[in-house]
């Protein structure tokens, strides 16, 4: 069996994403959504996005989430070690020190084999990717920031450029939303 390769930078990334969904996003509003920027950076993927349909295709989103992220341009996200280049055992000790994985897939030699070549090639091209700070916002929907109770605070620096941005940095707590969402569905 083939393996697909991996992405090697944010730009392929984006056009994957769309060729999916492009012929949707013209007819109708719609709002992006992204976490992290670590592993799986789906803030960063999501900011990127954005910012080359409106760019391209004159096209935006009416809101923007992003959770777990600072700024793709924040200096602190710059000036971060580089992780992706680790061995295997150290970058594990990596990833379960930031937590949000469960330690029963960490711990697993068979798991670990299988996503820790994905998880280390979804890094290295977030700690590629490069964006200078905009000198005039890129977008002008709102722009909700969240941060989980126990997350390190994130660097926002501008808000993701947006104008007229509502950003507003939320602690939650995951078994608080579990609650909500259970309650909701009953």
């Given at each position: 069996?083939?393996?697909?390769?991996?992405?090697?930078?944010?730009?392929?990334?984006?056009?994957?994403?769309?060729?999916?969904?492009?012929?949707?996003?013209?007819?109708?509003?719609?709002?992006?959504?992204?976490?992290?920027?670590?592993?799986?950076?789906?803030?960063?993927?999501?900011?990127?996005?954005?910012?080359?349909?409106?760019k391209v295709y004159n096209l935006e989103p009416?809101?923007?989430?992003?959770?777990?992220?600072?700024?793709?341009?924040?200096?602190?996200?710059?000036?971060?070690?580089?992780?992706?280049?680790?061995?295997?055992?150290?970058?594990?000790?990596?990833?379960?020190?930031?937590?949000?994985?469960?330690?029963?897939?960490?711990?697993?030699?068979?798991?670990?084999?299988?996503?820790?070549?994905?998880?280390?090639?979804?890094?290295?091209?977030?700690?590629?990717?490069?964006?200078?700070?905009?000198?005039?916002?890129?977008?002008?929907?709102?722009?909700?920031?969240?941060?989980?109770?126990?997350?390190?605070?994130?660097?926002?620096?501008?808000?993701?450029?947006?104008?007229?941005?509502?950003?507003?940095?939320?602690?939650?707590?995951?078994?608080?939303?579990?609650?909500?969402?259970?309650?909701?569905?009953?």
């Amino acid at each position: 069996m083939d393996k697909e390769p991996f992405f090697q930078n944010m730009q392929e990334i984006v056009y994957e994403v769309i060729g999916a969904i492009l012929p949707q996003l013209k007819e109708k509003p719609f709002a992006l959504f992204g976490h992290s920027f670590v592993t799986l950076f789906g803030a960063m993927t999501c900011f990127a996005f954005a910012e080359h349909v409106n760019k391209v295709y004159n096209l935006e989103p009416i809101h923007m989430f992003l959770s777990g992220a600072s700024a793709p341009y924040s200096e602190a996200r710059l000036q971060a070690p580089r992780r992706s280049h680790l061995s295997d055992q150290e970058f594990l000790v990596w990833v379960t020190s930031i937590g949000g994985t469960p330690p029963e897939i960490l711990a697993n030699a068979e798991l670990a084999k299988l996503f820790l070549p994905a998880l280390k090639a979804d890094l290295c091209v977030a700690e590629n990717y490069r964006c200078s700070r905009p000198s005039t916002p890129i977008l002008s929907c709102p722009v909700s920031c969240f941060d989980g109770k126990e997350d390190a605070p994130h660097d926002l620096q501008g808000n993701f450029m947006c104008n007229s941005c509502i950003v507003s940095l939320l602690l939650y707590n995951a078994s608080w939303i579990s609650f909500l969402l259970e309650r909701r569905s009953k």
